[in-house]
C-alpha cells in the first residue's frame, strides 16, 4: 500500500517533466530566450528580498518578546502568530485598496507632502515585497522564538566574562547557535514565496508560478506550462536541498550542564511604550488594519445583501473539500509514516520520501500535472471534486505528514509488542494501543491540511467543476476586479475559520501526548 501510494504521488510529477522534457525545442527556444529570464529574475529577487525583511522581522520581534519582560507581553506572543491565518491574496487586495491610486494611504500622503505626491504602488516589486513579508515572518519568528526559549545563557555570561561587548555577543554567540532554526524559517519563507499564486496574481507580479497559470488559462498551452512548472520545481528542490545541506553540516550543540535559562529583561515604562508601538505597528500592518476593514466591508449593504443561500453553497463546498481532502490525506499519510517508523527499509523509507515530492509543487503545478494525468489516463474524472482532491492531497500531504511523523516515532514499539504479547494481533495492535496513543498527531495533522485546503487558489482555480465555486475563488474573483465589499464576506469567513485552528496547534497543553 505504501509503494502504491507513494508510486500516485510521484506520477503526477513525472508527468509534468516528461511532458517538458518532450516539448517542440522551439518552445523551449522560445521561452528560454524570451519569458525565462525575466521571470526567473522577478521570482528570485522577490524571493531574496522577502527573506531579507522577514529574517529582520522575525529575529526582532522573537527577541522582543523572549528577552524583555513588559505588560502584555504574552498577548502579543500570539498576535504575532496570526497573520499565518490570512491568506495572501487577502492581504493583497487589501494593500491594493490601501495603497492604490486614491487609497486612503495616499490620501493622506497628499495632505502631508502636496495634492501631486505619490507613493508607491502596490502592484510593484515593493508592493508585493511589503505583502509578502508581513505574511511570511511568523514563519521565523515561531522558530526563533523556540530556539530563545530553549537557548543556554551560560555561552553569553563567558563571551561577557572574556570581554565581548553585547553586540559583539549577539554576532559572534547568539546568533551562531539560532542559526538552524533561523536558516529552517528562511527556507520555510523562500520557498512559500516561490510557490504563492495569491499575492503576486491579485496585484499583476510576473512570477515564475502566475506564469504558470497564464499559460493554463490564457494561451491554453500546456507544453509552455510544463516547462516553466518544471523550472518552478528545480528552483524550489535547490532551496529545499540547500536547506537541507546546511541543517546536515551545521552542528550547534548546547551542553546540558551548566544550563541556564535566559532571563528576561524587565523594562521601564519608556521601553515599553517603544516595543509596544513597535508590535503594534507590526501586528496591525499584518493583521489588525486588514480585519478592520473586512469587518468594516462585510457590514455593508452590499455585502450583506450577498448572504444569502447561494454564499452558504461556497461555505458548504469549501468545507466539503477541505475535509475530504484533509480524510485523504491523513489515510494515506498514516501508513507511510508508520512504516518508515517501525521498519525503516529503504524501500519504505523511500516511499515516505517520495510523498514529500508535494513540498516542491506549488499550486498551478500540482493542478497541471493532476490535469495532464488525468486528461490522458482517467478522463472520466475530468471536470469532477475528485480531481481537486487528488491535487489537494498531493500539495498538502507533506504538511501532515510533518506531525504524523514524529508523533509515531515518539511512542515506542515496546507497547506494541506487549500488546502482541497479551493476544492481539498486529493489527489490533495498532488500533488499540498505537492510535490512540498518536491521535492527538492525527488531529494536528487533519487540521492543517484542512486550514490549507480552505485557503488553497490556484488549483481549484484550475480544477473545480463548472459553478463549483468556494471562499478563495468568490475571494479572488471579487477582488481581481477591485469589488472588495463584495470579496469581504468570503475572506472574513477564511481567516476567522483558521483562528481557532491556529490557537488550537500553538496550545502545547493540547498537543502534548
Not at 445583501?305 to 477541505?322: C, I, K
Request: proline fraction near 5%.
Amino acid at each position: 500500500m505504501a509503494l502504491t501510494s507513494a508510486a500516485l504521488i510521484l506520477l503526477p510529477l513525472v508527468y509534468v517533466m516528461a511532458l517538458a522534457f518532450s516539448s517542440d525545442p522551439d518552445i523551449w527556444y522560445r521561452l528560454l530566450t524570451t519569458r525565462v529570464p525575466e521571470l526567473l529574475w522577478n521570482t528570485v529577487s522577490l524571493a531574496g528580498a522577502v527573506a531579507i525583511l522577514a529574517l529582520g522581522l522575525g529575529i526582532s520581534t522573537a527577541w522582543i518578546v523572549t528577552r524583555f519582560e513588559f505588560p502584555g507581553r504574552r498577548i502579543w506572543e500570539v498576535a504575532l502568530v496570526l497573520p499565518l491565518a490570512m491568506p495572501t491574496y487577502v492581504l493583497a487586495y487589501v494593500f491594493n485598496y490601501l495603497l492604490g491610486f486614491g487609497g486612503p494611504v495616499e490620501q493622506l500622503w497628499q495632505v502631508l507632502a502636496g495634492p501631486q505626491a505619490r507613493i508607491f504602488s502596490p502592484q510593484s516589486f515593493s508592493g508585493v515585497t511589503l505583502v509578502m513579508t508581513l505574511a511570511t515572518y511568523p514563519f521565523i519568528y515561531l522558530l526563533t522564538r523556540s530556539a530563545l526559549l530553549n537557548f543556554n545563557v551560560s555561552f553569553e555570561e563567558v563571551a561577557r566574562t572574556c570581554g565581548a561587548s553585547h553586540l559583539r555577543r549577539i554576532l559572534s554567540v547568539t546568533l551562531p547557535l539560532l542559526r538552524p532554526s533561523i536558516v529552517a524559517g528562511v527556507a520555510l519563507v523562500i520557498l512559500y514565496v516561490v510557490s504563492d499564486f495569491g499575492a503576486v496574481s491579485l496585484l499583476r507580479y510576473q512570477t515564475l508560478t502566475y506564469a504558470v497559470f497564464q499559460q493554463m488559462t490564457g494561451q491554453l498551452d500546456n507544453q509552455a506550462a510544463s516547462i516553466l512548472s518544471l523550472l518552478l520545481v528545480v528552483l524550489a528542490l535547490l532551496f529545499l536541498l540547500t536547506e537541507r545541506w546546511f541543517r546536515h553540516k551545521s552542528r550547534f550543540y548546547q551542553t546540558a550542564g551548566g544550563y541556564r535559562a535566559p532571563r528576561r529583561i524587565h523594562c521601564n515604562w519608556l521601553l515599553t511604550a517603544g516595543l509596544t508601538a513597535s508590535l503594534f505597528l507590526i501586528v496591525g500592518a499584518a493583521f489588525g488594519i486588514p480585519v478592520f476593514l473586512l469587518i468594516e466591508w462585510s457590514l455593508s449593504p452590499e455585502a450583506l445583501a450577498l448572504l444569502d443561500t447561494r454564499f452558504f453553497g461556497f461555505v458548504w463546498n469549501s468545507a466539503l473539500l477541505a475535509s475530504l481532502a484533509s480524510t485523504a490525506a491523513v489515510l494515506i499519510g498514516l501508513p507511510l509514516a508508520y512504516l518508515a517508523s517501525r521498519k525503516p527499509t529503504w524501500l519504505n523509507t523511500g516511499c515516505l520520501q517520495a510523498a514529500y515530492a508535494g513540498y516542491v509543487l506549488p499550486g498551478p503545478v500540482a493542478a497541471l500535472a493532476v490535469l495532464v494525468l488525468f486528461l490522458k489516463v482517467l478522463p472520466f474524472f475530468y471536470g469532477t471534486v475528485v480531481v481537486l482532491i487528488v491535487a489537494y492531497v498531493l500539495h498538502f500531504l507533506p504538511a501532515g505528514l510533518q506531525s504524523l511523523e514524529p508523533s509515531i516515532q515518539q511512542i515506542t514499539p515496546n507497547v506494541e509488542e506487549v500488546a502482541r504479547t497479551l493476544g492481539m494481533n498486529a493489527r489490533e495492535a495498532v488500533r488499540k494501543v498505537t492510535f490512540p496513543l498518536i491521535r492527538n498527531g492525527v488531529i494536528v495533522a487533519w487540521v492543517l491540511i484542512f486550514l490549507q485546503t480552505m485557503k488553497e487558489l490556484p488549483a481549484t482555480l484550475l480544477l473545480r467543476p463548472v459553478g463549483f465555486d468556494t471562499l478563495a475563488i468568490r475571494v479572488w474573483l471579487e477582488a481581481s476586479e477591485e469589488y472588495y465589499q463584495l470579496a469581504a464576506p468570503s475572506a472574513l469567513l477564511i481567516v476567522f475559520v483558521g483562528l481557532p485552528a491556529l490557537i488550537l496547534l500553538l496550545s502545547r497543553d493540547w498537543r502534548a501526548a
